[in-house]
């Protein structure tokens, strides 16, 4: 079965420091990779995402780095925040299939 | 504001009963998933609807069911089939069809069984 592998699974960063959570798919068809931000209790939220023409897309602090021939993506948030500290979900996607990675809980020394 | 309305947030199931999951959204997208997500895990796609009347089976549909009688209603019926239905239950929704575009989520039901 196909997987997306998000690594690490727990990630703790100081207040200002960059935050990098990797993930790796298989399948060459995918051409859309979100990433989503959940708090607890509430539902995912979008982040960011990218499709495979090109190798970065930077919205604010947020940064996502693909890596086409590798199969990998990378989300980076610099200068992390107390409010950053959430879990995050990578996905790889095509039309008719998506995956999700299991999530980093990422938390955020104040 | 348009967004995605999951209701209601706890929901408990006792033995051979079957709970009704209720999704709406007013952001008047034709597409519609809902997702299963269990602790320490990635989202699990249960079924999704690309259009009104019409719905396909995700990966794991087995002891679910579900209907798309109106474009802003989505709901999930879980049924006494599915043996391990305690979990975090996830609605979303999309402007068209396919998964390679931004999907919008609803905060979730959480489901317990008694």
């Known amino acids: 079965q196909q997987q997306v592998k998000q690594s690490p699974q727990s990630l703790i960063v100081q207040k200002g420091g960059i935050s990098i959570i990797n993930c790796a798919y298989e399948n060459t068809a995918f051409d859309y990779f979100p990433w989503y931000q959940q708090f607890p209790g509430k539902g995912p939220a979008l982040l960011i995402a990218?499709?495979?023409?090109?190798s970065e897309k930077k919205e604010g602090r947020f940064t996502i780095s693909f890596n086409k021939s590798a199969k990998q993506f990378s989300l980076h948030i610099m200068d992390s925040q107390p409010g950053d500290s959430a879990t995050y979900f990578c996905a790889a996607s095509e039309s008719d299939k998506i995956i999700f990675g299991k999530g980093t809980r990422l938390h955020i020394l104040p | 504001d348009g967004g995605i309305t999951q209701s209601p947030k706890y929901l408990f199931r006792k033995e051979g009963q079957n709970v009704t999951l209720s999704c709406e959204q007013n952001?008047?997208?034709?597409?519609m998933y809902w997702y299963r997500q269990d602790p320490g895990q990635g989202l699990r796609l249960i079924y999704y609807s690309q259009i009104v009347n019409d719905f396909q089976k995700g990966d794991i549909a087995e002891g679910y069911s579900v209907s798309r009688e109106k474009k802003e209603s989505f709901p999930l019926t879980v049924t006494s089939a599915q043996k391990n239905p305690t979990a975090f239950y996830l609605c979303?929704?999309?402007?068209?069809?396919?998964?390679?575009?931004?999907?919008?989520f609803g905060d979730g039901t959480r489901l317990s069984i008694l």
């Open positions: 952001l008047n997208h034709d597409a």
């Open positions: 990218i499709r495979p023409d090109v």
């Open positions: 979303a929704s999309s402007m068209g069809p396919g998964f390679n575009q931004p999907q919008h």
